[in-house]
């Protein structure tokens, strides 16, 4: 496990090396989920059942003066396909689906701001 400081170090050095990247956030996520069952016959059961989370989050500290904005971008996409066929007698299908995408974008500035 990496101590704070260290880490700290290293995001310090990465923001000396590229300044300007350091204002563009992009963060993106594509989830997807294809279920297929059928079920032939007498008594038989088909469950279809799909899951998928984002969480997502942008967190940016500037302290000093500064003029320029910053460009935050989170983007989250989810897909589910569930197909299901029961041929028969008393036969269930159920397809249950959830998604949830939880996305935060915090920003806070200390200093003077004011650009005209």
């Known amino acids: 496990m990496?101590?704070?400081s260290f880490a700290f170090g290293l995001l310090a050095a990465g923001l000396?090396?590229?300044p300007g990247a350091a204002l563009a956030d992009v963060q993106s996520n594509q989830q997807n989920a294809t279920q297929n069952g059928a079920a032939v016959g007498v008594?038989?059961?088909?469950?279809n059942n799909a899951?998928?989370?984002?969480?997502q989050g942008i967190t940016k500290i500037k302290n000093g003066a500064s003029c320029h904005g910053?460009?935050?971008a989170q983007i989250s996409g989810q897909n589910i396909a569930q197909n299901g066929a029961a041929v028969g007698t008393a036969?269930?299908?159920a397809n249950v689906g959830n998604q949830a995408a939880l996305q935060n974008a915090t920003e806070i500035a200390n200093g003077i701001h004011n650009c005209y």
């Not at 008594?43 to 469950?47: K, L």
């Not at 899951?51 to 969480?55: D, E, K, L, S, V």
Request: glycine share 4%; hydrophobic share 40%; charged share 10%.
């Open 91 to 93: 036969n269930t299908v």
């Open 43 to 47: 008594g038989n059961t088909v469950v």
């Open 70 to 72: 910053s460009y935050n």
């Open 16 to 18: 000396m090396v590229a």
């Open 51 to 55: 899951n998928q989370t984002a969480i």
């Open 2 to 4: 990496l101590k704070k």
